[in-house]
C-alpha cells in the first residue's frame, strides 16, 4: 500500500485566489501565451507555513500536466537548490507568469501589464501575510522583475525589508553553445547558496551546505515530493524528466498539443 503524501490543496487566500484569477482575455494566445492549458498557480506550501519564496517565470508542459509549478527539469533543478538550503519542505514556488509561454517576445513585455502584476501582487502578499518568509529567490530576468514591481507597492516594500533576497540565473538558462554554460550556471547558484545559507533562521534541516560542482549529480536533481502534487501521481512523473514534450511537427498544434511519453 502506497502512502505518499500529497498536497492537499491551498487554504484561506490562496484559495481564494485559485478559484478568482485572471483568465485567457488576459493571457490572451494572441499575445504569446498557453492560455488552452489553464492557469498554473504554485507548488509547496500554500498554507502561510512557507519559510522560503522562490519565483520562477512560467509553467511549462510538465507544469501543464502536473497542475504545479516548477515540477519538470526546471523544477528538480531548483529541489535540488531549495533541499541544499535545508527547506525540504517549507517553501512556496510561484512563477511570474501564471499561464506557459508560447512565444516570449510576444508574452515576456506583459509581465507587468496592470491585471498581471495585480493578480501576482496578490499572491506575493499573501506569501507574506503570516509573516514567516525569511528569504526569496527569484529564477531569471522575469522573475526578479515581478520582485522589484512587488517591491515597488507599500506591502511589497514592506515585505522586503523583512526578508533576505538573492536573484540567480533561471534554471534552464544554460544551452550547449549558449552563452551560459552549465558551469557558468551553478557558479552563479553557488554564489546565491553562499550568500543565503548563513542567514537562514529556520530551515527545515540544518545541514553544511555542500556548493554544485560543473555539473549536477545525481543527488543535485531530486525527486519532486509527493506533497507538492496532487493524490495519486505516479512516481515517474516525479523523478524522471521529459515524458512531457510540445510536438513541433504539425504547424498549428504547438500551441496547443503536448505529448507524454512513460520513461
Ligand atoms: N517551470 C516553471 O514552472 N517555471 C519556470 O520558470 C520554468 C519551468
Known sequence: MITDPFDTGPTGTFRTLCRNYPDETVFRGADGFRSLWGPIFYRGRANGTARLLVIGQDPAQTEAVTRRCLSGQAGRRVQGFVEKLGYTKSYLMINAFLYGIFNQSMALPH???????????????????????ETVVTFGTPAFNAWTAFKATPAGAAAAATVQFHKALHPTADKPNGPISRKDLLDNWNVALQALHPTLAHPDVVMPLVPYGSDFTVAELPEIPSRDLPFGFPAWMRNTDFWASLPTATPGTERANISIEVP
Request: glycine content about 4%; hydrophobic content about 50%.
Open 111 to 133: 509581465l507587468n501589464d496592470p491585471e498581471i502584476a495585480a493578480y501576482r501582487n496578490q499572491w506575493l502578499e499573501a506569501a507574506f501575510a503570516k509573516g514567516r518568509i
